[in-house]
Structures are given as C-alpha cells and as structure tokens.
C-alpha cells in the first residue's frame, strides 16, 4: 500500500522556465492539498482539490500557479514563468475524507529550485 | 484567523530523557483538531497525534502524549524517554472543524537528540 508519491524529488528550474509538479494520493484518497513550505518555516497550504475539481485555492497566487486533480492520473502543481522566490519545498497531501479529525497524509515534497 | 506559536526554535535533549514541545493556539472556532507532525532531515513529514477540542482525555499515541490545556489553548507535545531518531524538526498545527484544508501550521522546533 504506497503512500503519497512525489515526483520529481529535485526540480531545478531557470528563471522564466515551467515547473511541473506531481502527486498521486494514496489509494482510496480522493482529497488533495498542495502545501509550500520556505526554509526555516512551516507549511503554508495553497490548494486542496477533489477529482476534476478546485474545492479552495485561497492560499495559491493567482498569477503563473495552477493546480489539477483529473480523472485519470496524478495531481499537477503547474508554476509557469518561474522566479528566484518559488525556490521552496512543495509538499503534496492526501486523505480520505475532508474534515477536522482527518489527519494529512504527506508524501516527501519536491524541492524546486530556481537558478 | 488562527495561529499556531511555538517558541522553542531549538532544542538539545539527552538521550532517554523525556522532552516537552511548546505549542499555544488562537482560533476563534468551538470546534477544532490539533496535530503534530515530525520532518526528518529527509524532509517527509510525518503524522504523530491527534487532538480533538471537544476530547476530554489527552491524546497518547506509543512514547507521544499531547498536554492538552484548552483554557490556556495550548497543546504540547511530550516526548518520553527521547532516542537519537527523535532529532527532526516538529510542527504544531491545527484545522478548524469544517475542513483540514484550512490546516494552519506554526514556526517549528528544531529537536537535537544528544547521545
């Protein structure tokens, strides 16, 4: 029973260039959440999404971020036109349900870096 | 708004001894969870207990017990009988009753195990 795959681990990026981030749930799991964590600080969440639907993307920035959850398939985190300042770790989490006492599943981040 | 206030960036624990991690909250919800999580130098983050506000007894789960003090609103982690393992960074955080995509997490402790 594999927990919440990550791919890429590492992503290095130049400035400008798209950033392409993905995340399959655990099997069973039909809630995802994308958290963003800067070095030093905790979790910030960004978005949380329900297949082939955004349920709350209050914490994701309007502009060059976008997130989908489709049928078929993982969990994409697109940043496009990528700056220095999305240089974080992006931390993808899944759970059965949605609801106070449902605790997160995490998989083990993608480490974006822009040159 | 909710948040989550850890004051302790840093600590040093000797091995085998029991180790307290601070954790205060404000939310202006009734009902509501508290969580810890441990992240490793490897950077996955980890599921370690659960709270509920309206749960009478403290949360224990193996060598993890929460202190829950709900006038006081707070919820520190104890640690008993501390291993070398135990060194990560550890996150505080909570969610209001509606959703967990609302998790708000705080600063983080940086624990060192000494042998």
């Known amino acids: 029973n594999a927990g919440v795959m990550q791919n890429p681990r590492h992503l290095v990026r130049r400035r400008g260039q798209e950033a392409r981030l993905r995340c399959s749930p655990m099997?069973?799991?039909?809630?995802v959440y994308w958290y963003r964590q800067l070095p030093e600080e905790g979790l910030k969440f960004m978005v949380y999404l329900q297949k082939e639907n955004i349920i709350d993307e209050s914490g994701m920035p309007k502009e060059r971020f976008s997130a989908e959850f489709p049928k078929e398939g993982p969990s994409i985190l697109r940043i496009q036109q990528v700056v220095r300042g999305d240089s974080a770790a992006y931390f993808c989490?899944?759970?059965?349900?949605?609801?106070?006492?449902?605790?997160?599943?995490f998989g083990s981040g993608t480490q974006l870096s822009v040159l | 708004a909710q948040k989550i206030t850890q004051t302790q960036p840093g600590m040093f624990v000797q091995e085998k001894e029991a180790v307290t991690l601070d954790c205060t909250y404000d939310t202006s919800d009734q009902s509501y969870g508290l969580f810890w999580y441990k992240q490793p130098s490897s950077g996955e983050m980890i599921f370690l207990i659960y709270?509920?506000?309206?749960?009478?007894q403290n949360a224990t789960e193996g060598r993890y017990s929460l202190n829950f003090q709900k006038a006081r609103k707070s919820a520190n982690l104890v640690i008993s009988a501390s291993q070398l393992g135990d060194s990560a960074m550890y996150f505080c955080a909570t969610t209001p009753y509606s959703s967990a995509s609302k998790i708000i997490f705080g600063s983080g402790t940086r624990l060192s195990i000494r042998p």
């Open positions: 989490a899944s759970s059965p349900r949605d609801g106070t006492n449902e605790k997160l599943f």
């Open positions: 099997k069973g799991h039909s809630h």
């Open positions: 709270q509920g506000s309206y749960d009478e």
